[in-house]
Structures are given as structure tokens and as C-alpha cells.
């Protein structure tokens, strides 16, 4: 249609004429034949390439893939090496101020231990010494030297507290026997005193022939159990002098009061509650005594 009049189109043979329809169309392959004739040729063109060119070459490696691995290392190394250091000197820094202080302190307790320990010992004596309201014929008061109620008395030498051993054995002899309880330490101290026993090389004439004149008979006998026993069981207390060993550093006097179940000797020890404590055997004891006196009334 033309400008809206009807038109009719009609296919020519390539002369003008009109062609006629058959009413056949050609084929898909017929017209791709068609198209082919009309192309031009080409012919295609095939390139060979050898192995070696198929593959991309690699590219080498550098001699050290990671350059700052090493150096990071020793780094790490170096400070850790440095803070070990540090924390070791701050051990020692306060090491030696603990030490100092701990110092400090030990002679500062030294020094009070030793202002004080001279009241430490008369306080420990006076509890255990046995009080003189206890004291009763037939029973052996426990008395120690270092007893502040006689311990800075002159005595000897010294004092009772440094010597005074033997008095204080005569005096727990002297009220087990008679019953006076009003006599203490220091009665026999100056006793011993006046009558010149304490500046004798022992105590021998003031257990003897200083007892004889308290009114009361010292008897010697030898370091054997049985005389002991004998001495023990009839009620007559032993004063026993015993050599530096185990009842101390020096020639000392101690008393034998009794005999307990196991057989065993129960001792009155003027230097030692601890020694006092313990029960002998006659055996020890005897290998200690050097000289012993068994007592009784004249």
C-alpha cells in the first residue's frame, strides 16, 4: 500500500520481468551453499610452536625470598635476651634488700633478746623454782640457781646464779630432813661464806664438815646402784658431785631425791629444769658422779 492506495510487488528474473511464483522456497542448505559460493576464500593458517614456547618461563627466585625474616629474628633475640637481664637485676636488687632488712631485723632481735634475756631467765626460774609455802620435811623442794630471789647474791667467785650450785643442794637436803622451811639459798650461801667454804677449790668441806654443822651427817659412799638404792630407799637423800659432761660444761652438784617405778633415778638439777625433767639411769648417772653423800639426821 502506497499512501494508502494498494500497490502489488512482484519479484523480477534480473531482465525486468516479473518472475513468476513457483510456490518453492530454497532449502536452508541450499541458501548455505549460496552464501559460500558468493564468500571469498580463505584459507586458514595453522602456526606450530615448539614445547619450550607453550610454557611461560619461571622467573628466578631471589637469594633470599624474605630479607627481613633473619634480621627480625635477631631482633627478637636481642630484646628478650635484654629483658631477661632486666628481670635477673631486679631479682637481685630486691634479693639484697630483703637480705639487708632480714639482717637489720636478726640484730635488732639479738640485741633485745640479749637486754632482755637475763630478766627472761629470773622470770623462767622464779615459775619453776617450787615455792618456799610448799616446802615440808620429807619432800625435796626443786630450787634453781637462777631464782631472782638469790641469783645476783654474791657467791665465791660470782654469784649464786654463777656458783652457787652446792648451797643450793645443801639447802633442798637441809629442809627435807629437818622440816625448816624458813631457810633459803642465801642462809646457806652465807653460812658458806662466813665460814670460808666458798673460796675452797670445791664444795667437799661445805657438804661435810658444813652439814655436820647444820645438824646433819653426810656419809660418803661409792658410785655404785646399789649403794645408792640402799641410801635412796631408807629416806636419805644424795648430793652427788658430777664432772663436765652431761650436766654441763663444768664440775656441778646436783641431788638424788628418789627412785620412780621404772627404776630409774629422779634428780633435782640447780642449773636445769630440763635435766630435773628427765629420770637417770643409775648407770649414767654413775659414770658422771665423781664424789656422792648420802644424808641423814645426827
Given at each position: 500500500?502506497?499512501?494508502?492506495?494498494?500497490?502489488?510487488?512482484?519479484?523480477?528474473?534480473?531482465?525486468?520481468?516479473?518472475?513468476?511464483?513457483?510456490?518453492?522456497?530454497?532449502?536452508?542448505?541450499?541458501?548455505?551453499?549460496?552464501?559460500?559460493?558468493?564468500?571469498?576464500?580463505?584459507?586458514?593458517?595453522?602456526?606450530?610452536?615448539?614445547?619450550?614456547?607453550?610454557?611461560?618461563?619461571?622467573?628466578?627466585?631471589?637469594d633470599n625470598p624474605h630479607?627481613?625474616?633473619?634480621?627480625?629474628?635477631?631482633?627478637?633475640?636481642?630484646?628478650?635476651?635484654?629483658?631477661?637481664?632486666?628481670f635477673v637485676a631486679a631479682?637481685?636488687?630486691?634479693?639484697?634488700?630483703?637480705?639487708?632488712?632480714?639482717?637489720?631485723?636478726?640484730?635488732?632481735?639479738?640485741?633485745?633478746?640479749?637486754?632482755?634475756?637475763?630478766?627472761?631467765?629470773?622470770?623462767?626460774?622464779?615459775?619453776?623454782?617450787?615455792?618456799?609455802?610448799?616446802?615440808?620435811?620429807?619432800?625435796?623442794?626443786?630450787?634453781?640457781?637462777?631464782?631472782?630471789?638469790?641469783?645476783?647474791?654474791?657467791?665465791?667467785?660470782?654469784?649464786?646464779?654463777?656458783?652457787?650450785?652446792?648451797?643450793?643442794?645443801?639447802?633442798?637436803?637441809?629442809?627435807?630432813?629437818?622440816?625448816?622451811?624458813?631457810?633459803?639459798?642465801?642462809?646457806?650461801?652465807?653460812?658458806?661464806?662466813?665460814?670460808?667454804?666458798?673460796?675452797?677449790?670445791?664444795?667437799?668441806?661445805?657438804?661435810?664438815?658444813?652439814?655436820?654443822?647444820?645438824?646433819?651427817?653426810?656419809?660418803?659412799?661409792?658410785?655404785?646402784?646399789?649403794?645408792?638404792?640402799?641410801?635412796?630407799?631408807?629416806?636419805?637423800?644424795?648430793?652427788?658431785?658430777?664432772?663436765?659432761?652431761?650436766?654441763?660444761?663444768?664440775?656441778?652438784?646436783?641431788?638424788?631425791?628418789?627412785?620412780?617405778?621404772?627404776?630409774?633415778?629422779?634428780?633435782?638439777?640447780?642449773?636445769?629444769?630440763?635435766?630435773?625433767?628427765?629420770?637417770?639411769?643409775?648407770?649414767?648417772?654413775?659414770?658422771?658422779?665423781?664424789?656422792?653423800?648420802?644424808?641423814?639426821?645426827?
Open positions: 500500500m502506497y499512501r494508502g492506495l494498494p500497490c502489488l510487488v512482484t519479484q523480477t528474473d534480473g531482465t525486468g520481468s516479473p518472475q513468476k511464483d513457483t510456490g518453492h522456497r530454497p532449502t536452508f542448505r541450499a541458501r548455505a551453499q549460496q552464501f559460500a559460493a558468493a564468500s571469498p576464500q580463505h584459507t586458514p593458517r595453522l602456526t606450530a610452536y615448539t614445547p619450550s614456547q607453550t610454557v611461560r618461563p619461571a622467573r628466578p627466585l631471589p630479607p627481613s625474616s633473619k634480621q627480625f629474628n635477631v631482633k627478637r633475640l636481642i630484646g628478650g635476651l635484654l629483658i631477661v637481664a632486666a631479682c637481685a636488687l630486691v634479693g639484697m634488700t630483703a637480705a639487708r632488712f632480714f639482717i637489720d631485723y636478726v640484730d635488732d632481735s639479738v640485741a633485745l633478746l640479749d637486754n632482755s634475756s637475763g630478766e627472761n631467765n629470773r622470770t623462767r626460774a622464779e615459775s619453776l623454782s617450787e615455792p618456799q609455802s610448799r616446802w615440808q620435811k620429807g619432800s625435796v623442794p626443786v630450787l634453781y640457781q637462777g631464782d631472782p630471789q638469790w641469783a645476783d647474791r654474791p657467791y665465791a667467785s660470782g654469784t649464786i646464779a654463777s656458783s652457787g650450785a652446792a648451797p643450793l643442794c645443801l639447802t633442798m637436803v637441809y629442809v627435807n630432813l629437818t622440816g625448816d622451811t624458813k631457810t633459803t639459798p642465801v642462809d646457806i650461801a652465807s653460812f658458806s661464806q662466813q665460814s670460808g667454804y666458798a673460796n675452797q677449790a670445791d664444795a667437799t668441806d661445805l657438804l661435810t664438815k658444813g652439814a655436820a654443822e647444820l645438824g646433819i651427817v653426810s656419809e660418803a659412799i661409792p658410785a655404785r646402784e646399789s649403794s645408792i638404792r640402799e641410801a635412796l630407799v631408807r629416806g636419805r637423800p644424795v648430793i652427788a658431785a658430777v664432772h663436765p659432761g652431761a650436766f654441763g660444761p663444768s664440775e656441778t652438784y646436783l641431788v638424788l631425791t628418789d627412785i620412780d617405778e621404772y627404776g630409774m633415778l629422779i634428780i633435782n638439777d640447780p642449773l636445769s629444769s630440763e635435766r630435773s625433767g628427765h629420770h637417770w639411769s643409775f648407770e649414767d648417772l654413775c659414770a658422771e658422779a665423781t664424789s656422792l653423800w648420802a644424808y641423814h639426821l645426827a
